[in-house]
């Protein structure tokens, strides 16, 4: 497959399917672009080079970039929600630790395409099409074609939520997620409705039919009841962010363990392979201090012990929880 620039006029509205208004620019990346005209091209190809790619779909197309560096690491971005009217591509995950040894892969979400004023969209997709698909596709091959041996998928709340779906389909890989909802319908209703409008025709997720829903996953507890996941988790919660701790961390731990708690500040074992950890880190929908995000993603990409081990052996959880008292004695920078 032959891979060109692209061809969006820098600035200037894109081609349908974007809503009107929107915007896309390519020149505030000095990465170079390539088109890919189906998926099946991309994946086709015998490596990725280093840039921003759109990928066309069936009435549509999605962005990713791609920075690879000489590394058996590979950590996955995923951006949540928009504060403001923005310009596409969105790339959350350039400002974390950029002395880490890993190459990084970051997808913008597709789901905003549609409208101009959407702020979230949970990385779902479009009518009839699921976006996550198609990024379990592009994440697996590149693992395979560069030879990645870990894995850490990395977001934040609505980010955190597809770090989370999609982790839990790639075997042995790292969802590293904070302030993550897990039921997208207990989330506030306008980003919901919106949402739901887009992907079902219907404004009310909860009168969308059971199988439709499960198509898209949108409740985390459902993907990951009982517990037997193959992928690796630290959830990290900030107690203040009462909601998201009552509505989303606690029914997710109860869907891994299989019991009701009521959450306080603490290290909480799921399982051998997921942890969850309860800060007081701000107040409120905060993320933790990008120095202990830091620190935390270098021991996951940096350390060589077996991963499974660090896991067994609750050296992780002493990880995280050391970053947080560390950071937690300085005035830090926090990860929205």
Request: a neutral charge; charged letters at 20%; hydrophobic letters at 40%.
């Amino acid at each position: 497959m032959t891979e060109s620039s692209a061809n969006t006029p820098s600035g200037s509205p894109a081609s349908p399917p974007f809503g009107e208004g929107v915007l896309r620019d390519f020149s505030r990346f000095d990465e170079r672009p390539f088109v890919h005209n189906a998926l099946d091209d991309l994946i086709s190809m015998t490596s990725l080079e280093s840039g921003v790619h759109t990928v066309n779909i069936q009435d549509g197309f999605f962005d990713f970039m791609y920075r690879r560096r000489k590394s058996r690491a590979l950590l996955v971005f995923f951006h949540g929600a928009m504060r403001k009217e923005v310009t596409f591509p969105i790339f959350s995950g350039l400002g974390i630790g950029h002395s880490l040894r890993a190459s990084r892969l970051l997808f913008s979400d597709m789901t905003l395409h549609v409208d101009r004023k959407m702020r979230l969209g949970w990385y779902l997709g479009k009518k009839n099409y699921c976006y996550s698909d198609d990024i379990v596709s592009i994440i697996n091959w590149v693992v395979k074609t560069h030879g990645y041996r870990r894995i850490i998928l990395v977001g934040g709340s609505g980010g955190g939520h597809a770090a989370l779906k999609i982790s839990r389909r790639i075997a042995k890989s790292i969802a590293f997620v904070w302030n993550p909802q897990n039921d997208i319908g207990k989330y506030y209703w306008p980003p919901v409705e919106k949402v739901s409008s887009v992907i079902f025709d219907n404004p009310d997720l909860y009168s969308v039919p059971d199988g439709d829903r499960a198509k898209f996953q949108t409740c985390l507890s459902d993907v990951y009841r009982g517990g037997s996941q193959d992928n690796f988790i630290v959830y990290l919660q900030n107690f203040s962010d009462t909601m998201h701790l009552e509505q989303h961390a606690s029914s997710f731990y109860q869907s891994m363990v299989g019991v009701e708690r009521n959450l306080e500040v603490g290290s909480y074992k799921m399982n051998n392979k997921a942890i969850l950890i309860v800060g007081d880190w701000a107040d409120g929908h905060v993320g933790p201090p990008r120095g202990a995000m830091t620190e935390i993603l270098y021991a996951l990409v940096e350390r060589s012990a077996n991963i499974a081990d660090m896991f067994l052996n609750d050296s992780v959880t002493s990880i995280v929880n050391d970053s947080l008292s560390k950071a937690s004695m300085f005035s830090e920078e926090i990860v929205k």
